[in-house]
């Protein structure tokens, strides 16, 4: 319930969705997907280990 006399904290402030893009790219991510939908917001980070896959 909300309290008055007890606010509840707010852990994170929000992002812009460019900011958090942006944040990504300089930390050197390549391989990433950023979705927002109904089921909520998503951040796909994929490992890139620079190793080709056999044919």
């Known amino acids: 319930m909300d309290d008055p006399d ?9 992002f812009l969705p460019g900011e958090i893009e942006a944040s990504i790219e300089a930390a050197g991510i390549s391989d990433y997907q950023i979705i927002s939908d109904n089921a909520g917001f998503w951040m796909v980070i994929r490992k890139n280990d620079g190793e080709k896959k056999p044919e």
Do not use: G, L, M
């Open 6 to 14: 007890h606010p509840a904290c707010t852990r994170f402030r929000k």
